[in-house]
C-alpha cells in the first residue's frame, strides 16, 4: 500500500491545557486513499535527558537519579532530565536540569548524542540526549517545587545493564533509548551484517 502524508482539514482545537503538556485535536484527509478522521495529538516541551559520567580508580561512572513517577505510580532510576523552558536552547536546558537535579557541573562542553520523537503517534515534542564528561559535584541541589530526587552513583555497566536486563526500576522508555545513543556513541555497539 502507498501511503503518504494527510491533510489538515480544519484548524486544531484544544482540548485540554495542563501544566505540563495540551492536548488537541485536528481533522484530517489521507491524500492517498480520501479518507478522514479526527485525531488528537499532546504538545509538550521538548526534554533534555543527561548522562553524567566521571572516571573513579578507571571504572566510568554515572550520576543517576531516584523518584517517584506519577504517571507509572513507581520509583525509577534515570539519568537526570527535564524539560526545555520556552526560548531555551536544548544544550543550556541539559546543563541547568543536570545542576538543578544533581548540583553537577562538568567544565567540558556536553555532547549531543542524538534526538528522538518520544512517541510520534501523537506527541509533537522531541527528546535529546547529552553525554557529559568529567562531572563534579558542585552546588546544591535546587529542584522544582513538588521534586524529590534521590541522587545516586553508579558504575556506567551496571546501569546499562539494569536498562537492557528490564528492570522494574529501568523501565523508561526515554532513558533505554539514552543508553542505547551512549552505546552507539562509544562504538559498543556491533555492526549488523
Known amino acids: 500500500m502507498k501511503i503518504g502524508k494527510w491533510e489538515k482539514i480544519d484548524e486544531r482545537e484544544k482540548l485540554a ?9 485536528q481533522k484530517k484527509k489521507s491524500l492517498i486513499s480520501g479518507r478522514c ?6 504538545d509538550a516541551p521538548d526534554w ?3 548522562i553524567p559520567t566521571y572516571i573513579k580508580d578507571g571504572i566510568t561512572y554515572v550520576v543517576m ?3 517517584y513517577r506519577h504517571g507509572s505510580d513507581s520509583i525509577t532510576l534515570e539519568f537526570p532530565c527535564g524539560t526545555v523552558e520556552k526560548g ?18 562538568s567544565h567540558s562542553m556536553p555532547i549531543k548524542l542524538g534526538s528522538v ?27 522544582d517545587e513538588n521534586e524529590e530526587i534521590e541522587v545516586v552513583h553508579l558504575p556506567l555497566n551496571e ?9 522494574k526500576e529501568c523501565d523508561n522508555s526515554i532513558m533505554a533509548t539514552a543508553s542505547f545513543m551512549y552505546l552507539r556513541h562509544m562504538n559498543l555497539i556491533k555492526q549488523i551484517q
Request: aromatic share 10%; hydrophobic share 40%; net charge negative.
Open 159 to 167: 546501569v546499562i545493564s539494569k536498562y537492557i536486563a528490564d528492570e
Open 117 to 143: 520523537s518520544p512517541n510520534s503517534a501523537f506527541m509533537t515534542n522531541r527528546s535529546t540526549v547529552f553525554l557529559f564528561k568529567d562531572v563534579k559535584i558542585e552546588v546544591e541541589q535546587h529542584l
Open 37 to 42: 478522521g479526527t485525531f488528537a495529538s499532546v
Open 17 to 25: 491545557e495542563t501544566k505540563i503538556f495540551s492536548v488537541w485535536k
Open 65 to 67: 537519579v531516584r523518584q
Open 88 to 105: 531555551e536552547a536544548n544544550e543550556a536546558a541539559a546543563i541547568r536540569e543536570l545542576e538543578e537535579e544533581t548540583g553537577c557541573h
Open 48 to 50: 533534555v535527558v543527561c
